[in-house]
């Protein structure tokens, strides 16, 4: 599955001393001054919009940021000394990448309330413009992969003991009848049988070179055949664009560069299309079946008599045995010519059946 690139987004953090929200890039928080702890992740913004060109090219050269090791202030990944205590980053910890951080959306984000005075602000003001509280809130509600619809969590349903008690038996009861029907499936029996009848049956195809029309994708029509109309279908799916194809896509999303911007991706396959052609070729036909049938221990193929451009194609033959048993006449239909032949009208055989009367094997008695 190819990956689309569509470009990049600035995230934003939420400051977990003031609960102040702060873009992505700003590494201490715009209320407070306090860094960004490592374990804080970056989330959606709302009414993401999408950065392109040039900008997004220097995003996406940008290693994830570093992290202080005395103070815990997030550095850009090429940094020496950190921006808030001067202390050395050799020893600082990179930031996590690459999680899918939720559904790209470009859809404007109405104005909203503030939770403690009701006074409307803008959809990214981190404060009310009335009351100064934080806007913060709860993350962006968005799906954590393409194509996926967020849910609000469920709580587990409660069940009894009682119930679970009697949900464990049945589910042992379940276990030991299915071992019973697959052990008693598969047990047979053995008895004796007296051949008491014996039959045939034997089956030759004739076939003659002529022309026919079929279908196939272009690609497979044997070379030197004729070829006719054709269409273009639906042949398979590719990771990868194909010269006839067409492109489907899922939702974007987007994956933390642990850099406060986000790329914006497409997971996309392309449904590929072919020619589908019908053609004309000369090839061998089955045009006659012939039969012969008999209750001797030698049976014979038919004889056929060919004409100019036809011959004898594939054969093929059925034996059939019965055999006079306590369980009654059971029969056993083979292909072994020389099992066939040692049916010998009133010859004892030692038979092994399943539980459906059906002859699994049988043996000659010495």
């Known amino acids: 599955m190819a990956k689309k690139q569509l470009g990049y ?14 873009p992505g890039a700003q590494k201490t928080c715009t209320t407070c001054g306090g860094p960004q702890p490592e374990e804080v992740k ?14 997004a090219k220097k995003i ?5 940021d570093v992290h202080c ?3 815990g202030t997030r550095n850009k990944a090429d940094a020496v000394v950190c921006i808030q205590c001067g202390a050395d980053l050799k020893e600082g910890k990179k ?4 999680e899918v951080v939720g559904a790209f959306s470009s859809v404007p984000v109405p104005d909203r309330p503030c939770p403690s005075c009701g006074q409307m602000n803008p959809a990214g003001a981190q404060r009310c413009s009335n009351c100064g ?8 509600s968005t799906p954590r992969a393409a194509g996926l619809q967020a849910e609000a969590p469920r709580q587990p349903a409660k069940i009894s003991p009682l119930v679970m008690v009697i949900g464990i038996i049945g589910l042992i009861g379940l276990l030991i009848l299915c071992i019973v029907l697959s052990s008693s499936r598969g047990r047979t029996e053995t008895v004796t049988g007296s051949v008491q009848n014996t039959s045939w049956v034997t089956q030759l195809m004739v076939e003659e070179y002529q022309p026919v029309t079929l279908q ?9 055949a004729d070829v006719g109309a054709c269409e273009y279908r639906y042949a398979y799916t590719a990771d990868e664009p194909q010269p006839v194809s067409t492109e489907v896509c899922g939702t974007p999303y987007t994956v933390d560069q642990g850099t406060g911007f986000g790329q914006v991706v497409q997971d996309c396959v392309y449904e590929t299309y072919d020619q589908y052609c019908e053609y004309r070729v000369s090839q061998w036909v089955s045009v006659d079946q012939l039969s012969l049938q008999g209750s001797d221990l030698f049976p014979q193929l038919p004889q056929a008599a060919l004409d100019s451009g036809q011959r004898a194609g594939d054969s093929s033959a059925v034996y059939t045995i019965l055999f006079n048993t306590d369980q009654g006449v059971l029969q056993l239909r083979t292909s072994d010519i020389n099992l066939y032949q040692q049916a010998q009208i009133g010859s004892r055989w030692s038979l092994e059946i399943d539980r459906s009367g059906k002859i699994v094997s049988a043996q000659p008695e010495q």
């Open 69 to 71: 090791p005395f103070c």
């Open 95 to 98: 930031r996590e990448s690459g």
């Open 9 to 22: 987004v600035e995230m934003e953090w939420v400051c977990p001393r003031c609960g102040s929200k702060n």
């Open 42 to 55: 970056f989330q959606q913004r709302e009414g993401q919009e999408l950065i392109k060109g040039e900008d």
């Open 216 to 224: 196939g994708w272009y690609n497979d029509i044997p070379s030197g």
């Open 60 to 64: 996406a050269q940008a290693a994830p």
């Open 133 to 140: 509280a934080s806007l913060a809130g709860s993350p962006v």
